[in-house]
């Protein structure tokens, strides 16, 4: 029971002390990390090609870097592509690569990574770095209110309020 207190306090002092990152209480962490998403044209950044008769898609600007190594291809589509002698890139890949090919536009945008919420910062920040394999190079931690939570606000209220020495002096 005491190694129970004890850490009920020590997570009492690192929740009353730890950086708020702007947001009210009461607050809980998770993972943000950032994902491509398909997109409408004029809000793309990229581009990616889908190559249905391999059904997979690559980010486009890689692809064809990576085709210029390529030596399966023909001698006439490599000489092309390495002297960028094509007015548009899908006519090239359809020509070439797979004839139904499409360019898919796609924008980045920010997600809260499913299933992770922690009551620290340096929880989440633990998380992140024992698993780093499954996130992007952006991954960090983001803080979210529970809002309009009032059993997560209580809950959270009693773990920074309470007098955890109160139950060590009775027992």
Known sequence: MNKDIQFLKELQNELKTQDHDSQAAPRFWTVGDYEWVEAREEN????????PYIA???VLDDYLEDLKEDSELSKEALTELKNDDFDDPI????KYIDEEAE???????????????????????????LNKHHYTSEVHT????A????????LLNLLETFNWDSIIDSQ
Not at 147 to 154: C, I, L
């Open 56 to 58: 997979e898609a690559y």
């Open 44 to 51: 793309a950044e990229r581009y990616s090609v889908y190559l």
């Open 91 to 94: 006519e090239w890949i359809q």
């Open 103 to 129: 360019l898919i536009p796609e924008r980045k945008v920010h997600i809260v990574r499913p299933d992770t919420m922690f009551l620290t910062k340096e929880e989440a920040k633990s998380h992140i770095n």
């Open 142 to 145: 983001y803080a979210m209110t």
């Open 147 to 154: 809002w309009r939570a009032p059993k997560v606000e209580r």
